[in-house]
């Protein structure tokens, strides 16, 4: 008769805990939150171009039932601008500011408006784009995709931030999707290094993090820098050497660059060369880094013109000074003539 109390009790208990998680759910893990995000990539990394390229992606992450959005984008009108004019509005077939087309649901395929205006002396471009369907809560777009992308001409070098102002993502009419965004971050940099025979030479270095703490050795062959940029976002850099300042000579050991990010060996790189400078290129995970780029061979802390013109000098004076010397010792007065 007890036991079947005690069991009876049990499954009482049993049941009134299966109640309450029914009714009481486990709280639901946070999900990532729906996200605009401004992400340049470098189109032509070639400074012996008469300009330099590069694309910003406007995308977006985790986002669910969006038909329309609006956006702005701002920048450093001194350092670029959309090759177009200063001043100008667009629409579909525009070839520098291009549709990425994740409103039209891939294959559905959906039709879509997409119109915008530029304006460069300010730096500055708004867009706004929406399904043209008759019901968005059925046509509606979810998940990651590309917004647009937009194609920069680089006027000078520097630091500017891509910020990206006044989003707004709708479902509809009056749904509002609540969301954050994520600027991009470009960089061109010139870094002017001064050897020793008095010669400035340029490394330039083009990125999308931030970029401090710039540094060369001359004893070590090596330049080197701190990197910065949002966690989870993958950073990338492009570095023009001169060759004349530092290089890699496959005759000498360890016969390449070496690569560095946090003092470990980065694996994969892209380097190109022409008849005057290296460019090395890699990408890696945000958010801070230190990296090292490394030669064996440096312009000589004392150059061959540098020595020569020492040597010249240095013989120049023993001429002088030999001549001063044998003035000084030579015998004065007349001399004797002997009968």
Known sequence: MLDLKAKTVELILIISLAAFLIV??????????????ASPSLLAPNWGESHLNFTVEIKIEMFDFMDSYQAYLLWNPALFKVSHGETFSFAKGN??????????????????????????????MSIFSAQQTGDPFVTSVTGNGTLFNVIFEARGTGQCPLHLNNTQIMQGQFV???????????????????????????????????????????????TYFNVTGLTSTIGYLN??????????????????????????PVASFTKTTNDTHTFIYFDYAHSQHNVQIKGNKVIPEYPIALISLI??????SLVLLTKRFSTILKPRGRALKLK
């Open 24 to 37: 009481f759910p486990a709280p639901a893990k946070a999900q990532t939150p729906n996200r605009m995000l």
């Open 239 to 264: 570095v023009t050497i001169p060759k004349d300042l530092l290089d890699a000579d496959p005759g000498i050991p360890p016969f390449d660059w070496i690569i560095l990010l946090d003092n470990a």
């Open 311 to 316: 040597s010249l000098a240095i013989f120049t």
């Open 95 to 124: 070839k520098t500011i291009v549709d990425g087309g994740f409103l039209k649901n891939g294959t559905s395929n959906y039709a879509t408006f997409f119109s915008g205006t530029v304006n460069n002396t300010a730096g500055v």
């Open 176 to 222: 509002t999707v609540l969301h954050t965004t994520a600027d991009g971050y470009f960089n061109n940099q010139q870094y002017p290094i001064t050897a020793p025979d008095m010669s400035t030479h340029d490394i330039f270095i083009e990125s999308n993090s931030t970029v401090t703490d710039f540094g060369f050795s001359l004893t070590e062959n090596r």
